[in-house]
Every structure is written in C-alpha cells, then in structure tokens.
C-alpha cells in the first residue's frame, strides 16, 4: 500500500495533478468544468484524472456514463488532504 507522504509526492510532482487536487478539494466537479476553470485541454485533464483515479486519489462518481462524468476526491485523496492541513 501506498502512504499518504508518497501520494502526496505524486501529487506535487506534476503542477496539473496539484491543481485537480486542490480544486476537487473543495467539491465535485465535470471534467469540462476542470479543464475550463483550469484553462487546459481536456485531453490533458483526462490523462491527469485518470493517473489520480489509478493511484486512487480521486474517484468517478458516473462511471457508468460516457461523458459528463463526475469527479471527487476518494477517501485516500481525502486522508492525504486532511495530512496537508496538519503541517
């Protein structure tokens, strides 16, 4: 298992996988939403989105749709913000 100070290393690691991060942070979003509030491609959000669901930061809430998919920190996206806010 992976801990909480190695995920949060992978998120810092890539400014984009640090922006999805914080904004997810604060409620669910669309990934269109994301790439628009961040002003990226969305093939790059996708790629970043999909790097954060296989190392199990984030989670999709639709998974079962084909577009307008929703996105949320997991539980372990949520253990390594909580350690972020202690120091």
């Known amino acids: 298992m992976t801990s909480i100070r190695q995920l949060y290393g992978y998120i810092i690691t890539s400014q984009l996988r640090k922006k999805i991060f914080l904004l997810l942070s604060k409620r669910p979003f669309r990934q269109s939403e994301i ?23 984030v989670e999709c809430l639709t ?25």
Not at 35 to 57: F, G, H, V, W, Y
Not at 63 to 81: C, F, H, R, T
């Open 35 to 57: 790439a628009q509030k961040l002003n990226q491609k969305q093939p790059n959000i996708s790629k970043a989105l999909a790097d954060l669901e296989k190392q199990e930061i």
């Open 63 to 87: 998974p079962n749709k084909k577009a307008w998919k929703l996105y949320e920190l997991s539980k372990i996206g949520k253990d390594v913000l909580t350690e972020i806010k202690r120091k």
